[in-house]
């Protein structure tokens, strides 16, 4: 039993923030702009929260560190996805070029402000955010160790966020005006829907989501930052066609791969995995070849948005 409640919060660890930024690619994705940045926002994101958390964890309490944190790294994210947004739809610049510019941008200049500021590319932080036991939820059989045992709150902003998110594409205007801008912007923009704003809306999202991703994914993991998440930009993007698109295809699919992810980080110490003497490098590309057989699989039954990755131009109705 303890073995199997280690590897379901490790697990957590790793699905959160690739849940996180699948559903902020989905929010851009459904609006029609393909948003490949998310690696680099990540990158971004992460490195505004943890260099606050740096400056600040000696002076204020831990919560409202970490809730300040959280603030920076989701405007961070919108900061650097506004420009991809810029270039995407007022520009009408190839998407994919733009996001390249973009993960280019993030990395190069987190690793040459940290060096500047600190004098190395290593941002140490002090993690102090791990909570050991949340009062009598913890005692709830198997639930209790697994979800408020040695947690995160990141891990409960994940789950409410998928929630938030299945709602406002499913249940709003808002969500179906969002869809329709991804479909059928002619007709969209026929109806009175702005597909210009529609599609700004789900870039920013798509930002917001990305950077608090990237703080995520670090905060659980290492107490030293050297601007990497690991390639989990590119794999959430794999979530999302695993997904088809959806809310809770993606919760699916980050599970899945969070999975995979605890195997090659966790073999070890799982007594079945670690006896059968399989060389440690095919455990550290499990999660890899994982996505390939995946994508090869969900890319025959795509449910992709109808134009995504195409500019539009309203003058051409």
Known sequence: MN?????????????????????????????????????????????????????????????????IAILISILAGILLSSLHAFASIHLKAEQTISSTAIITFATAFCIFYARVMLGTEQVVFRNTFRIDAVPLLSKIPVLGPILFQKAYVTTYLGILVLIVTAFILKRTRFGLSLRSCGENPQAADSVGISVYKMRYSGVLISGALAGL????????????????????????????????????????????????????????????????????AFFKMLPYVATLIVLAFSTKRSNAPGVIGVPYDKSKR
């Open 3 to 67: 073995l199997f409640i280690f590897i379901c919060q490790q697990t957590l660890i790793f699905l959160v923030p690739l849940l996180l930024v699948g559903l902020g690619d989905l929010f851009s994705e459904r609006s029609g702009v393909l948003n490949i940045a998310l690696e680099g926002i990540m990158v971004f994101g992460a490195f505004a929260g943890i260099m606050f958390i740096r400056s600040a964890s000696a002076a204020m309490p831990s919560w409202l560190v970490l809730l």
């Open 213 to 280: 991703g990237g703080l995520v994914f670090i905060l659980p993991t290492t107490t030293t930052y050297t601007a990497s998440v690991s390639g989990y930009g590119f794999l959430a993007m794999s979530v999302v066609v695993f997904g088809q698109w959806k809310p809770w295809g993606i919760a699916l699919g980050a599970l899945f791969f969070g999975l995979t992810k605890t195997i090659a980080a966790s073999y070890s110490v799982i007594p079945f995995l670690y006896n059968l003497g399989i060389p440690e």
